[in-house]
């Protein structure tokens, strides 16, 4: 391991080691890519793919992030964003969870879909995904509906979850889960020019101000539909929240619901008690 | 006797983004939802004088009122 070291510390600029030299440290020492990455970052080094993070998260974060597991409720709209922006953050193990197939009204706003990928499962997408932007990334891919059946064995191991459901029912699902298994969430749904964000800990019972009937399907998704921006806007905020939650940072969005109103360009902040 | 509502996101379309709106005594914000003919179950988060309500709370003259729609979409 010493070896390692010095190869790394041997080839590291500034403090930062090239994806080239990444790629010869697995070559010569038969490592795997997410096993480099640890190697680097065990050496207080930064993988230079990095740099652009480092004037906000130091070496010691960026590893912490490495050393996270993020759990994606939901591959649609939202969670197709939420997963390329923390795999480009650098987090190092997601859990990629939906039971659905690219179909071809996701074109218009899924960032995992392509005509190439119709009727390729949402969670194979999301691995080729991760693998070809961020192979230091490890993806765990589960197809299936989380359930309150199901969710401990999906969600065990994680540091957060994030939830990008569709309908109001299997968010409360994935709330009770949480609340279970002792996670924070971080909530975000869409509908038509308008969106919400909030950061729930376990306790909170943010979700059913959210969704006071229980029963409510998608909300105004039905009426509204999703054009392209606003998965965009709403899944990038909830990373930001994944990111602080994930590093103990900033102001989280606790017992406060950010409402985004893209239609009259307002964001709307509601504190709850 | 009158409320002041404000109403967020797609609520708003159509409708107004602030307004008075009398109410027969004594009312709930059940009543209020129900004179602007807005769906029940399309009502999410409800704020009464920034405080969180519920659709049986009740109404004084002067309070005012927030309404959210549901929105789930992912």
Known sequence: MSDLRAFLAERAIDGRVAWTDQVAAMDAFGLSCAEAERAILDAALLPARYQRNQAMLTTGQQRQLFDSVVAVAGLGGLGGYIIEELARLGVGSLVAIDPDVFVEHNLNRQLLSAPSSLGISKVDQAVARVAGINPAVTVRGVRATLTEYNARDVLTGATVVADALDSAAARLDLAAACRVLDLPFVHGAIGGWYGNVTTVWPGDSTLDRLYPDGTGGRGIESDLGNPSFTPAIVGSLQVAEICKVLLGIGEPLRQRILSVDLFHMEVHQIRLE | ?74
């Open chain 2, 1 to 74: 006797m009158q409320a002041t509502v404000k109403l967020y996101l797609a609520f708003r379309v159509g409708r107004f983004t602030t307004a008075d709106v009398d109410l027969l005594d004594p009312a709930t914000v059940d009543h209020l939802i129900q004179r602007l003919a807005i769906p029940g179950d399309s009502v999410g988060l409800i704020m009464v004088n920034g405080r969180q309500g519920e659709r049986d709370t009740p109404l004084s003259d002067g309070d005012t009122v927030a309404l959210f729609p549901v929105v789930g979409g992912g």
